[in-house]
């Protein structure tokens, strides 16, 4: 028999929502653990914000199933990935093949004729092995031979990448290849950082925030209790951005903190700091002695003179470790990779390097990125790649401008899609849950509601420019329609 679910009322909206899965107030009757659910994990006040997003999206296609939904909330690629990096993936994963194509002109179209390969290749490589038992080692990435496969990597990446990571993206600017931890994408190095800090330290963020970084702060001890009143953890430094100070936080308002988190271009405002800023921050921090963790997962989109890292600013290397990611950089949501510099003069209070500390934790927690997408990663960096990536990343800029416009057309505040792919609209005077909801009854368009970002996030909205052509230009069409 299914366990019984008993819900209990909440107080907030959010929570009261009937059917959600709301995990602090849902308990299963039946036999239990004598295991205690970790104290941090019941601080927590919601449901991540993102599997929501997908709930609302799931109960308004059951309410109208005939309606077409456009997405514009989650920020999940949709542009095919180009050419060149899909076919250094496949080229990793069947270089054993390739000069087999033309050799035998076998297309590999089907199932059937992928095993018709494998059958013929098999004989050639028993042929080969009786000629000359060494030369076999053109195969030697064929994963789907045994002379070919290959098991765990190193733990922080592959040299090839790291170096070009280092020479491509940081060119200039100093980071060593051995700085440089290559991930299975910045999420999860989110995480292994927080693993790395431990429960004992203090916390800024921006408000409104990505939420991993508060939530996985919640999830490692760092936050105090939920207040109610403030609608905010305690023991966090809240650093409002809001336009009445560009969306960045008045520093000399902000208590010292041991960690500050600033993502640039900023998720969920889209606002990219300039340089003055930055220079601020890295200042601020020194003087604090406090530890930087700065999010340039969307710095591709940088069009302006914005630093693109944080290690454009002089000084940086003493403060800050930087995360990043291929996802929407590469369209490499699905695919996986991400990577994390932590530079050698980044030092504890005893004076132990940071690096040392992450480098344990990466081989202890982490094995590695997937050989494949790591293939694909460097394809990305080569001159080829980069071009055709960059015409992705474009093609997303020219959605945002066309969101940007389309609610500045009727008449409301619009802020970022510049530097970045988020829109952030502001409806003054209304809950951002409520023009979520309304967005989508009248146009059937999800875009994500600014609250879910932090109590500075209420009145304002995040759209996404991650959708096909035809999908903007429609909810471009609806929006106009339906919310004038
Ligand atoms: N950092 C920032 C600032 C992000 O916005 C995202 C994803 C990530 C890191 C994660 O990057 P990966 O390399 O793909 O792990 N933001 C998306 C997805 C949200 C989510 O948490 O699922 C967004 O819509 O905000």
Known sequence: MPPKIIQTRSSSPWKRRVGACIAKCTV???WRTKVC?????????????????????????????????ISLGIGDTTQPI??????????????????????????????????????????????QRLVNPYDGLQYSLALSTIEGYSGYGAEQGQQALRKAISETIYRDLGIKDTEIFVSDGAQSDIA????????????????????????????MGQAGDFQEDSDKYGNIEYMKCSPANFFFPDLSTISRTDIIFLCSPNNPTGYAVSREQLKELVEFAKENGSIIIYDSSYSAYISDDSPRSIFEIPGAREVAIEISSFSKFAGFT??????????EELLYSNGYPVVKDFNRIVCTCFNGASNIAQAGGLACLSSEGLTAIHGVVNFYKENA??????????????????????????????????????????????????????????????????????????????????LR
């Open 192 to 219: 292994r950082l927080q693993m790395l800090l431990g429960s004992n330290v203090t916390v800024a963020l921006q408000d409104p925030t990505f939420p991993a970084y508060i939530d996985t702060s919640v999830i």
């Open 37 to 69: 659910r970790n104290v941090n994990m019941e601080k927590l006040q919601n449901d991540y914000l993102f599997p929501e997003i997908t709930t609302r999206r799931f109960e308004h296609i059951q309410k109208y199933p005939d309606a077409k939904l």
């Open 334 to 343: 699905g695919v996986r990779l991400g990577w994390t510099v932590v530079p």
């Open 28 to 30: 299963t009757a039946g």
């Open 401 to 482: 401008e066309i969101i940007a416009e389309t609610f500045s057309s009727l008449g409301l505040e619009v802020y970022g899609g510049k530097n970045s792919p988020y829109t952030w609209v502001h409806f003054p005077g209304q809950k951002s849950w409520d023009v979520f909801n309304e967005i989508l009854e009248k146009t059937h368009i999800i875009t994500v509601p600014g609250r879910g970002f932090g109590p500075a996030g209420e009145g304002f909205i995040r759209v996404g420019a991650f959708g096909h052509r035809d999908s903007i230009l429609e909810a471009s069409r609806r929006l106009k329609n339906h």
């Open 82 to 127: 180009p050419n060149i990096v899909t076919s250094a993936m496949a080229e990793y994963l069947l270089k054993v093949y390739k000069p087999c194509f033309s050799l035998w002109n076998v297309k590999i179209d089907s199932p059937l004729n992928i095993q018709k390969l494998h059958k013929r290749l098999n004989v050639v490589l028993y042929f």
